[in-house]
């Protein structure tokens, strides 16, 4: 069973957390439980259901004032009891609203997360686990490289950057996980600079690199999607020398907001028509020949 108590929907977490209260038996089928915690008046029925719950695999928590570019809100929550006596042992957990350092004995207590989210550190956080705890970790999602701990053997990283992570020596811990890591997805703001400029450099020492993804990352677009019409529109050179250096890479995605046209081997493709979007598609596989998979799309408005 699937719960889902985020953005629009979180209005319910107070009635679902009285459901589980007064039926626990019903926790023992959840097995994905997304929360969206807003004010303290929820403290305590939030804290009361999760430790009803001994199934849950995959756990997000994030906060109702969190933004993007809102980032003091958004992982400051100290209140980690609510969590604290949970019997579930996570293979995912996602924190985006308490405070990592407040979370110590969380992390001692769940030694199967294989797959950690914490979007919500500051540039001068370091990686906020001791070496013993999460033992089976594989995969981390973060906000900045310098953060990402470079002694584990990470399979999957995601990173989600912003505007001042976007230099090219900001990327280099990614050479640590040359031996393991497997899937790199990079969010990014400045889709033009990142391709040309940052990628080439981030992925030049990864080897066993099967799949990449790119998302150009604007939150203001998501809230309100008619201001794609104001955003600065560019074409971008593609890069695919720094595609042809992962012998691996068998898939590539890219989404872009504001590139509408990209340069490969002398011939411009625009990305505003399906038929263009295949050809440039079609004459990237053609020159990385290991890959079987590519995923390319510009968002649009309609404006009817």
């Known amino acids: 069973m699937d719960i889902d108590l985020s953005g629009s929907r979180a209005y319910l977490l107070t009635r679902w957390c009285s459901s589980v209260a007064s039926s626990p038996r019903v926790a023992a089928f959840i097995r994905v439980l997304t929360l969206e915690l807003p004010g303290a008046a929820q403290f305590s029925l939030s804290s009361t259901a999760p430790k009803l719950c001994s199934n849950i695999e995959r756990m997000t928590i994030c906060s109702s004032s969190a933004t993007y570019l809102d980032r003091d809100s958004d992982g400051a929550a100290i209140q980690t009891w609510i969590i604290a006596k949970c019997p579930s042992r996570f293979s995912f957990f996602r924190n ?61 990283i995601q990173l989600r950057l912003y505007p001042h992570s976007l230099e090219v020596p900001e990327l280099s811990p990614l050479h640590s996980f040359s031996g393991t890591l497997t899937r790199l997805n990079i969010l990014s703001p400045h889709i033009k600079y990142f391709l040309e400029q940052a990628l080439p450099q981030a992925v030049r020492e990864l080897p066993r690199l099967v799949h990449l993804g790119i998302k150009e990352q604007h939150s203001d677009v998501y809230r309100e999607p008619e201001r794609m019409m104001q955003m600065d529109l560019c074409d971008c050179h593609f890069p695919i020398v720094a595609l042809e250096r992962l012998p691996s890479l068998a898939s590539l995605v890219l989404y872009t907001y504001t590139v509408v046209e990209f340069t490969l081997d002398a011939r411009n493709y625009t990305l505003e028509t399906p038929a263009e979007v295949e050809a440039l598609g079609r004459a990237v596989m053609a020159r990385c020949p290991r890959m079987i998979n590519t995923g390319l799309g510009y968002f649009t408005v309609d404006t009817k």
């Open 96 to 156: 985006g609203y308490f405070r990592n350092s407040y979370l110590s004995a969380f992390w001692t207590a769940q030694s199967r997360i294989r797959f950690l989210s914490i979007p919500n550190l500051l540039i001068a956080d370091p990686f906020p686990l001791h070496e013993e705890q999460l033992p089976a970790l594989r995969g981390l999602e973060t906000s900045w490289a310098h953060s990402l701990p470079t002694a584990r053997p990470l399979e999957r």
